[in-house]
């Protein structure tokens, strides 16, 4: 029995905490204000007024590895907050802090974060540049935001737009995927095609050194999670490829690749993509990968081998919208979002259909449901469990 909690990423900025049940049900025992402003749905990389996936971003809530600390981002103000974690997983705010990046416009773009529980660095990122990545110290539970920033631009490409920012499991490299090359405009989408994995090295004291810009195995990589106790070797998502990729990161930050898992992307007798596979978990037993399909609402399961993945089941589980939001492929979504395992549960966020899913994870990687709990609509992002 644990702890798994999201943000309503509404105006006044809450994390709801649920209490996991030993069958896998979800209780809110919990909602807490973050002292940030979320954007309510509005879509400040695109414009729109209210989509599901509003910070279009992975790790918008973590926790540190001892989990002492809840980390959450607020985009609405570019703000972070930080929450001491109690024994029965109650949530006490901490400090929150404005990231150093000014807001542009409606809203900010503070999407993605990452700690490092031996520096006691906080790292966050946002979807625009050129000042991507902001770093803070943490003492005791308050957040000193740090002088300098990184950015993941290349030469000629000044606008670049990550989504997510993780460690790897030793910290000795933060790893930020590139969605696209130049934010989206009337003249359409710029994937990221070319050295969309940034690596940075974490030198002593949580600096980071000079990137090196990989190759990612596909087109346009979401997120990636790392397999457990294995900290070379990470599942990565491919956005627009609609597929999954096995890597490894070398001691100098170079990353190999796999050849991709596909899923199956025929609709009604159709090929419609793409399926937007934008986040993904792995099961404690590192036996399977589980990604989430923003633009068809489901989940597609992956057997994770030594020489790659292989399709399991590309609907593994699903849920209907409202209605009203469609992906890239122009097909009616729930906007499947951020996923997370807790033991042998994998919890799913459906934010235009209001609910957070929570299903049992079957020895053959088949995905039961056993609980769902309502969340606000659309704005909801962000997912992790203690």
């Not at 940034?198 to 596909?218: D, I, K, Q």
Request: hydrophobic fraction near 40%; aromatic fraction near 8%; include cysteine.
């Amino acid at each position: 029995m644990g702890n798994v909690y999201t943000q309503t990423n509404e105006t006044v900025n809450k994390v709801i905490n649920f209490m996991q049940t030993g069958d896998g049900r979800l209780i809110e025992v919990q909602r807490v204000a973050t002292g940030g402003m979320g954007t309510n749905g509005f879509v400040p990389l695109t414009g729109e007024k209210s989509g599901p996936d509003s910070l279009i971003s992975a790790n918008a809530v973590i926790i540190s590895k001892d989990k002492t600390y809840l980390f959450a981002v607020n985009a609405g103000d570019n703000s972070v907050s930080c929450f001491t974690i109690a024994m029965d997983g109650s949530l006490t705010l901490t400090d929150t802090q404005n990231t150093g990046n000014p807001v542009m416009g409606t809203s900010g773009t503070a999407s993605s974060l990452a700690y490092s529980d031996t520096d006691h660095t906080l790292y966050v990122s946002h979807s625009f540049g050129p000042d991507h990545i902001r770093s803070f110290s943490v003492m005791n539970g308050r957040l000193m935001r740090r002088d300098g920033s990184r950015s993941v631009n290349l030469p000629g490409m000044d606008d670049r737009v990550p989504t997510q920012i993780a460690l790897t499991p030793d910290h000795k490299f933060l790893l930020a995927c590139v969605l696209f090359d130049a934010r989206p405009s009337v003249a359409g989408l710029v994937p990221a095609a070319q050295k969309n994995i940034v690596t940075f090295p974490v030198m002593p004291g949580g600096m980071l050194g000079e990137p090196v810009f990989n190759e990612a195995g596909g087109v346009t990589p979401f997120a990636n999670c790392f397999l457990n106790g294995r900290p070379d070797t990470f599942v990565t998502v491919l956005a627009a490829e609609s597929s999954a990729v096995l890597s490894t990161i070398a001691a100098n930050g170079n990353i190999m690749s796999t050849r991709p898992s596909k899923i199956d992307t025929m609709i009604a007798g159709s090929t419609t993509e793409p399926s937007e596979i934008c986040w993904v978990s792995v099961t404690e037993d590192n036996k399977y990968a589980y990604g989430a399909n923003f633009g068809y609402g489901t989940v597609s399961a992956f057997k994770i081998e030594d020489n790659g993945l292989v399709l399991r089941m590309s609907t593994a589980a699903m849920e209907k919208g409202d209605g009203t939001f469609k992906g890239l492929a122009g097909i009616a979504s729930s906007g499947a979002g951020d996923n997370a395992i807790a033991g042998p549960y994998l919890y799913q966020l459906y934010a235009n259909a209001k609910k957070l899913v929570g299903y049992k994870i079957g020895a053959d990687g088949r995905l039961t449901k056993v609980t769902e709990v309502p969340v606000p609509y659309n704005s909801t992002q962000g997912l992790a469990v203690a």
